[in-house]
């Protein structure tokens, strides 16, 4: 089975950046969409940013502007860019692939990302 493993998250102050990495087990080719999504306790887990197979992209209206993801396909790796990072960003961060919209997803374990005031 597929495993995504995400890293890159840590501690950073506002205005800064970090990239975070979700690291694929096989090729991502096989994903039609690759996905950030972002967690807080109490909270849903929320998409934050996504990418298709054909590289297309979305992104949550709190991160447009701020957050790029993009694909390297070669090193099946998955990227999400965050600079001007808020406060309100803290969160874990969770990579998510899945081969559309109606079918579910393939987590990763999570990566930690905490910005200080």
């Known amino acids: 089975q597929v495993q995504l493993v995400e890293s890159g998250g840590g501690l950073v102050q506002a205005g800064g950046s970090l990239r975070l990495s979700c690291a694929a087990s096989?090729?991502?080719?096989?994903?039609?969409?690759m996905d950030w999504y972002r967690q807080t306790p109490g909270k849903q887990r929320e998409l934050v940013a996504g990418v298709t197979r054909v590289g297309m992209t979305n992104y949550a209206d709190s991160v447009k502007g701020r957050f790029t993801i993009f694909r390297d396909n070669p090193k099946n790796t998955v990227y999400l860019q965050m600079n001007s990072l808020k406060p309100e960003d803290t969160a874990v961060y969770y990579c998510?692939?899945?081969?559309?919209?109606?079918?579910?997803?393939?987590w990763g374990q999570g990566t930690q990302v905490t910005v200080s005031s």
């Open positions: 096989g090729s991502i080719r096989r994903f039609n969409t």
């Open positions: 998510g692939a899945r081969n559309s919209v109606y079918e579910s997803y393939l």
